[in-house]
């Protein structure tokens, strides 16, 4: 009896002794951090209005609120662009701070609905008033497939000209095309050799693994091509073999490209861009947050860049030729003697033409 007594009193002694070096180093539970949360703004989408914010929880929706209103128009919803072609979903979960547009209609006047058919299932419509024009909206996008325009009708043979005044409520349908993509990284290198911002590299020492989240298509990219096609010292040129099942006409041509080092700008004549022996000309492609994403030890996210959208491929085997053709040093790299891109993939879509590597031409094991 006396042993249990002691060991009762001794574990007493024991808590007492805890709770007062508990105390003694200001012990309050550390509370649970309240989740995370979002600004959600709701936008009056004219100047001089006035915008609201709520705070969110992640994970949750937003609640919609109560009508706005505005001397001289009627409210008529909430979107999730400016323009007011997409409708904003109430019961979406909100991970991100948020933006949604309020869309106004001028009071005693006549709207008409231009009913944008994106796929058989997804369909938005735009309120245009009468007699006049709409605002073309951004380009809808889907998985492994290229938007290539409006059009009045489902099969997609008249094409809709966003100059065409409206007057009744109107349909229009998206055309799609098929979308091919030759990742760089796949290509056969035995021959390649280029410099970098130190030094140069040789072969698939040229391919660099996307470790920070610049949205590289499969998670490798092409650098290393910092020197003119026609250097006698190194061989930066990218040739794309690749097969069409038939000959082609109207396809569109892609580079997805990024940057490091230096914001650049690139046209025809700095990157030239053929296909089979034919350069194509394209405007300016500006890279804006290189330096910056350099310096903070990270990669300009790559982006989708049409370079045209009248390829015309033959049947059979065709030649896609990338090549440095400036001697513009990029930035202050020491033996960057050339602007170039980095080089993600080449895309190329086509409306029937089914697209493969050409045997032999597609590098096994680079990486």
Not at 139 to 160: I, M, N, R, V
Not at 205 to 233: C, E, H, V, W
Not at 310 to 315: D, F, S, T, W
């Amino acid at each position: 009896m006396k042993k249990s007594k002691f060991i009762a009193a001794l574990i007493v002694a024991l808590a007492l002794c805890c709770l007062s070096l508990f105390a003694a180093c200001g012990g309050t539970p550390t509370p649970t951090p309240p989740g995370n949360t979002h600004t959600v703004t709701f936008n009056a989408n004219y100047e001089g209005g006035a915008n609201t914010t709520v705070t969110v929880e992640d994970g949750k929706a937003a609640e919609k609120p109560a009508a706005p209103t505005r001397t001289g128009f009627d409210f008529e919803n909430w979107y999730k662009d400016a323009e007011c072609t997409e409708l904003f979903d109430f019961t979406v979960e909100i991970t991100a701070d948020t933006t949604v547009y309020a869309n106004w209609l001028e009071s005693g006047v006549t709207y008409y609905k231009l009913t944008l058919h994106k796929s058989e299932t997804d369909t938005s419509v735009i309120k245009v008033k009468e007699n006049s024009r709409a605002a073309k909206p951004a380009d809808p996008k889907a998985d492994g497939k290229y938007f290539a325009g409006w059009y009045t009708d489902e099969g997609c043979t008249s094409e809709f000209k966003f100059s065409t005044r409206i007057n009744a409520d109107t349909d229009i349908y998206a055309k799609w095309f098929g979308l091919y993509t030759f990742e760089a990284e796949d290509l056969i290198l035995d021959d390649f050799s280029g410099p970098g911002y130190s030094g140069g590299t040789y072969g698939t020492s040229a391919i660099i693994t996307d470790t920070k989240n610049a949205a590289a298509s499969n998670g490798y990219y092409l650098s290393y091509l910092y020197a003119r096609y026609d250097s006698p010292t190194w061989n930066t040129t990218l040739e794309f073999h690749i097969t069409a099942s038939e000959a082609v006409q109207g396809a569109a041509l892609i580079l997805r490209l990024s940057a490091e080092y230096a914001d650049i700008e690139l046209d025809g004549d700095m990157y030239e861009v053929l296909v089979n022996g034919g350069k194509l000309g394209y405007e300016g492609i500006k890279f804006e947050g290189a330096q910056a994403a350099t310096s903070n030890e990270k990669v300009l996210p790559f982006e989708d860049f049409v370079i045209s959208a009248a390829v015309n491929l033959k049947a059979g085997d065709n030649v896609i030729t990338l090549r440095t053709a400036n001697s513009i040093k990029q930035g202050t790299g020491g033996t960057m003697n050339s602007t170039a891109p980095l080089v993600d993939c080449v895309k190329i879509a086509t409306e029937k033409t089914a697209l493969t590597w050409t045997e032999g031409y597609k590098a096994n094991g680079n990486y």
